[in-house]
C-alpha cells in the first residue's frame, strides 16, 4: 500500500502519538509498504523547534525508509486553547496542502487527538478519491472539558458535529480502545467499520536494564533509594500536584519521587515541590528516546497518574506498556476503566483512586515493604509484554488499513 499519514506530532517529538505513528511505520515499510507522514517542525510540547529544524514551507526527510514531510504551522505551546487552536488549523491548511503535493496513495489515514487534523485528512482523501481512515487515540473535544481546559459551550458542540461527521465519512475507524468504540456505537456511528487496535510498545526498543548508577548521581538518587518514576507529558490531564502531596507524606521515607519529561504543568509542578521542599522529589527535563530507558532504569516501579474524571476511564496510556517491557511494576492512579483492567488483569501492579494522596502513598508503602510481591508484579508485566507489542499493533492496523482499501 501507499500510504500518506497526517500526524501533527512525530520524531523527534516524544509524546505517544509521535511514537506510535512512527514505530508503526517503521513496520510498514520493512513489510513493504509505502509511507509518507505529513507533519510539523518538532516543537511539542513546549512551543520550541528543537536544535536542527526551522519552521518552513516545506521540508522533507526520510526516517527508516519513511518520506517525512513538515510543514509550516502556528507554533504554540502545549496550554492554552486559542493558540493551540490556531495551531491546529494552520496544520490542517498545510497539511491538506502539503498532502495535496504528493503522489497519489491509495488512502488516507490521519489521527487524532485533534480533529483539524482529520479534516484534512478526509478532505485529500475526497479531491484525491481514495479511502480515509481516522485513527482515534482520545475523545476530543472531551477531553478539552475533562482536563479544564475549556467548559461546554457553543464551539464544543460544533466541535463534536464535526467529529461525528468524520466518524461517518470515515472508510474505517480505528480506534485504540474497546471503549472509544462503544461511545461511538452509542452515538450512532456503524460498529462494523470501527476496528479496536490497544495501543502497545516497541520490544525492539525497550527492554530490561540494570541500573545506571551514573545517571542516578547527576540528580542525587541514591543506590539505596526506592524510585516511583512519572515519564512522560506533565499536563492538565495528569493532576501531577497529587503526587506531590503524596511524596509530602513520605518525606521521611528511603522513597524518591522521579518525574522525567516537559509539560504545560512542569514549571508550576517544580515551584511547588520548592514551595514545600520536597528533597524526594527530583525533575529531570524531557529526554530523547535515546535516552528515555536509562531513567527507566532507575525506577523500581512506573506511576501512571490521570485526572479524576469519567472520559479517562476510556483510554490506556501508553507509558503503561513501555513499563512492562522494561520489567517495571504499575502503580496506577485513575478513574477505573480501561487502563485499570489490564492492570488487574495482569496482575502488573496496584490501582488507586486518582487524586487520592493518602491512598497513593499507603500503595508506595505498600509496594517498598513488600520487595518479593512487588518483584513478581515485574516479571509478570515483563511476561505480558509481549501480547502488547507495537510488532502486534502495526500488523492489525495495517489489515485494517487493507480492508479501507479493498472497499474502494
Excluded at 87 to 100: E, H, I, N, P
Excluded at 255 to 263: I, N, Q, T, Y
Aim: with cysteine; charged share 25%.
Amino acid at each position: 500500500m501507499r500510504i500518506l499519514f497526517l500526524a501533527d506530532n512525530f520524531p523527534p517529538e516524544r509524546n505517544a502519538q509521535a511514537s506510535r505513528v512512527y514505530e508503526r511505520a517503521c513496520y510498514w515499510v520493512r513489510w513493504g509498504h509505502e509511507v509518507t507522514v505529513v507533519t510539523c517542525a518538532p516543537n511539542f510540547p513546549e512551543g520550541k523547534l528543537f536544535a536542527g529544524y526551522e519552521n518552513k514551507w516545506w521540508a522533507t526527510e526520510e526516517m527508516n525508509g519513511i518520506r517525512v514531510v513538515r510543514v509550516k504551522t502556528f507554533i504554540a505551546a502545549n496550554a492554552g486553547a486559542l493558540y493551540r487552536t490556531v495551531d491546529f488549523l494552520s496544520y490542517m491548511v498545510t497539511g491538506f496542502w502539503a498532502g495535496w503535493r504528493e503522489a497519489k496513495p491509495d488512502l488516507v489515514v490521519a489521527t487524532s487527538p485533534q480533529f483539524f487534523a482529520a479534516v484534512a485528512g478526509w478532505g485529500l482523501g475526497k479531491v484525491r478519491g481514495v479511502p480515509f481512515v481516522m485513527e482515534l487515540s482520545d475523545l476530543w473535544p472531551d477531553s478539552i472539558v475533562a482536563v479544564g481546559a475549556m467548559k461546554k459551550n457553543f464551539a464544543l458542540e460544533g466541535l463534536e458535529r464535526l467529529e461525528l461527521f468524520l466518524y461517518r465519512k470515515a472508510a474505517r475507524v480505528v480506534a485504540l480502545t474497546g471503549a472509544f468504540k462503544e461511545n461511538l456505537v452509542r452515538r450512532g456511528i456503524e460498529g462494523g467499520k470501527i476496528d479496536v487496535v490497544i495501543n502497545g510498545v516497541d520490544l525492539e526498543r525497550y527492554a530490561p536494564q540494570v541500573r545506571n548508577h551514573k545517571v542516578g548521581r547527576e540528580w542525587g538518587i541514591e543506590p539505596s533509594d526506592f524510585v516511583v518514576g512519572y515519564i512522560g507529558t506533565h499536563g492538565m490531564a495528569h493532576a501531577l500536584e497529587n503526587v506531590l502531596r503524596a511524596a509530602e507524606q513520605m518525606r521521611l521515607r528511603p522513597v524518591k519521587f522521579l518525574f522525567v519529561g516537559a509539560g504545560a504543568e512542569r514549571a508550576r509542578l517544580v515551584a511547588l515541590r520548592d514551595e514545600l521542599r520536597l528533597e524526594n522529589v527530583v525533575f529531570v527535563p524531557a529526554q530523547g528516546k535515546d535516552r528515555i530507558q536509562d531513567y527507566w532504569s532507575l525506577c523500581d516501579v512506573a506511576l501512571v497518574h490521570l485526572k479524576n474524571t469519567p472520559t479517562f476511564e476510556t483510554v490506556i496510556p501508553s507509558k503503561i506498556f513501555e513499563a512492562m517491557a522494561m520489567r517495571l511494576p504499575i502503580l496506577l492512579a485513575s478513574p477505573r476503566g480501561e487502563a485499570s483492567r489490564i492492570v488487574e488483569r495482569e496482575r502488573i501492579g496496584f490501582w488507586v483512586p486518582p487524586e487520592d494522596a493518602g491512598a497513593l502513598a499507603e500503595a508506595v508503602e505498600r509496594m517498598l515493604a513488600d520487595r518479593e510481591e512487588t518483584a513478581l508484579f515485574a516479571e509478570t508485566a515483563l511476561r505480558a509484554a509481549p501480547r502488547y507489542s507495537r510488532e502486534k499493533q502495526a500488523r492489525d492496523m495495517a489489515a485494517s488499513l487493507e480492508l479501507a482499501v479493498g472497499s474502494r
